[in-house]
Nanobody, 121 residues
């Protein structure tokens, strides 16, 4: 199993920056891709960015050039970060971290509890 704990959300003015963190613990050696999603009120959860185990990154068009995903491994944890710059009110949402593990040829997705990001205009 994998446990994910996000932090770093908050209230920021438009044009500002925030850095989200997500600490993964448990069977971290099985973790492949880690990703960030977000869900605004009344909307479906949408993918924001992801990073594979070998470091390749991908971004949604709406955050490309503004957000940066990265990860760091420690002895018993893996942390994925989301550096968010030039924030816009449209970025307001609950941000969720997801880790995908592979076991016996099957993928499993693990989710964090979410952290609120509010961008004021």
């Amino acid at each position: 199993q994998v446990q994910l704990v996000e932090s770093g959300g908050g209230l920021v003015q438009a044009g500002g920056s925030l850095r989200l963190s997500c600490v993964a613990s448990g069977t971290i050696f099985r973790i492949g891709t880690m990703a960030w999603y977000r869900q605004a009120p009344g909307q479906q959860r949408e993918w924001v960015a992801s990073q594979t185990k070998d470091g390749s990154t991908q971004y949604g068009d709406y955050v490309k050039g503004r957000f940066i995903i990265s990860r760091a491994k420690a002895k018993n944890t893996v942390t994925v970060y989301l550096q968010m710059n030039v924030l816009e009110p449209e970025d307001t949402a609950v941000y969720y971290c997801k880790a995908t593990t592979i076991q016996f040829g099957s993928e499993y997705d693990w989710w964090g509890q979410g952290t609120q990001v509010t961008v004021s205009s």
